[in-house]
């Protein structure tokens, strides 16, 4: 697991731009270098933000979007095109604008699928693990970047404090009775989230900085999810300066003055 490195930005506009800025950077090198590439999405208002970002930045055409694989960390189980749902607010974001192979862009199923949370949590698995090669020496690929909210709380994809989905050695898994609405999503575990070469946590907000401290600074996991969240390779906290207005001013370094 990695140690993070913390980026803090001016404010939560500036740090959107960033994250976007270092999104198409990022996926127009691993295309480069390896032909095809591995994107985890994440919800909430910040990773929706970012995704508007590329898409408002013209250097998105850098990036070879027909060979990108895009997931996502969670989903609201909500039918398909549910306003609440992460796939309907980063397709509007992001997703619309950019030229996507739609086989390469996996959206967990909802419940119009006919499916109960738990056969769309194993029909994921089933779809992470066709994407896997032997190389990856795991049931999920290896995702070049991965990225997550936040939660006030220290919650990361629809892991939540203390519920059993942390304890879950499965790659995905339903969630019932989630505190942030909507009750019931699907979401990847910690151990997907460890297999990705990058995992990027992004938050903004003085409500995150408790989580973002504790996030950091050697939690458990079961009590702060995001202190779970690391990437094999690389872990960035991509920080307001609200966020990280609890942390330490030796672990996080102005990005942007
Ligand atoms: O389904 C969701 O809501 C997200 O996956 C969730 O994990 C989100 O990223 C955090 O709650 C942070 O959300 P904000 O960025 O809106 O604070």
């Keep these: 697991m990695s ?71 969670d989903e609201r189980f909500l039918a398909t095109g549910d306003a609440e749902r992460n796939e309907t607010a980063a397709r509007r974001a992001l997703l619309d604008h950019v030229e996507t192979d739609p086989e390469r862009v996996h959206p967990i199923p909802g419940p119009d699928s006919g499916l109960t949370a738990e056969e769309a949590a194993d ?21 070049d970047v991965l990225m997550l909210g936040l939660g006030p709380d220290g919650h990361v994809a629809s892991l939540f404090p203390e519920m059993p989905a942390l304890y879950d050695e ?3 898994v339903a ?35 408790g989580a ?9 996991p079961f009590q702060v999810p995001g202190a779970g969240a690391r990437g094999r390779l690389r872990t960035v906290f991509l920080l307001d300066r609200g966020a990280a207005a609890k942390i330490p001013p030796d672990l996080g370094r102005l990005a942007s003055p």
């Design 3 to 73: 140690v993070p490195t913390v980026l803090v930005h001016r404010d939560s506009k500036v740090l959107a731009k960033a994250v976007a800025a270092r999104l198409i950077t990022g996926l127009a090198d691993a295309l480069a270098a390896k032909g095809s590439a591995h994107l985890v999405l994440t919800g909430g208002g910040m990773g929706t933000a970012s995704l508007a970002e590329v898409a408002a930045n013209p250097a998105h055409d850098a990036v070879e979007w027909p060979r990108l694989d895009i997931w996502w960390g």
């Design 123 to 143: 029909r994921y698995a089933a779809e992470l693990r066709r994407a896997s090669r032997p190389e990856d020496h795991g049931p999920v690929p290896s995702f």
């Design 170 to 172: 499965r790659p995905v």
């Design 175 to 209: 969630v019932h009775g989630a505190p942030k609405p909507p009750p019931t999503r699907i979401s990847l575990t910690l151990p997907t989230i460890g297999a990705a070469r990058e995992v990027w946590v992004i938050a903004a907000g003085e409500e995150k900085a």
């Design 212 to 220: 973002v401290r504790l996030a950091l600074q050697g939690s458990g």
